[in-house]
């Protein structure tokens, strides 16, 4: 699953609700999550500069005028375009997914072979690493989820059937936050 499409469907979708506050409240929300990263022990120095590209792309479609224009998302579609910008994006996304991953130890251990902190070097970090199905939980329960939006996975992997198979990531309580029913819904499709 591609880091890549959910972090533009993210900016996507909080650019098509067409509010500057929720944008705004988003803007403060990631950057409180700095302090998550300094609890799961990274250094400031070592994710700032990335964080700088995320909150440069939070200032552009906060400030632009094409916040009058929610379905305008070439600001977002520039910045992904951008390879030195969109590497700095998906490797801030990633140090949150890690932090939060390694600050809830006990929720996602469960699911993995080998240690939270591992798995976080091993396969949520580095770079070039496609997320796997328990590191997406992560992001959507970090980034997603807490912004008010729904996710929808939709499965193309040869299942009997006419139907994809779509599993919808929403109503699920997160640091006392529910999903709303109605949220905006950020699509995947997943591909074996």
Request: hydrophobic share 45%; net charge negative; charged share 20%.
């Amino acid at each position: 699953m591609g880091i890549v499409a959910v972090a533009f469907g993210y900016f996507e979708l909080l650019l098509k609700t067409g509010d500057p506050n929720r944008i705004g409240m988003e803007y403060a929300r990631i950057t409180s999550l700095n302090n998550l990263m300094n609890v799961a022990g990274l250094e400031s120095y070592i994710y700032e500069d990335f964080a700088d590209a995320t909150f440069s792309l939070f200032g552009q479609i906060s400030a632009s005028p094409v916040i009058d224009h929610p379905y305008d998302v070439s600001e977002v579609i520039n910045a992904f375009n951008n390879p030195d910008i969109s590497n700095a994006i998906i490797t801030h996304f990633k140090f949150l997914t890690s932090s939060w991953m390694k600050t809830r130890p006990d929720y996602y251990q469960p699911f993995l072979d080998r240690p939270v902190k591992v798995f976080c070097e091993t396969q949520i970090e580095p770079y070039g690493i496609e997320i796997e199905h328990v590191g997406l939980m992560a992001l959507i329960d970090c980034l997603i989820l807490p912004a008010g939006l729904a996710v929808e996975v939709f499965y193309l992997d040869r299942s009997d059937g006419d139907e994809v198979n779509v599993h919808r990531f929403e109503d699920v309580e997160t640091e006392g936050m529910i999903t709303p029913i109605d949220a905006p819904v950020l699509r995947l499709l997943y591909r074996p």
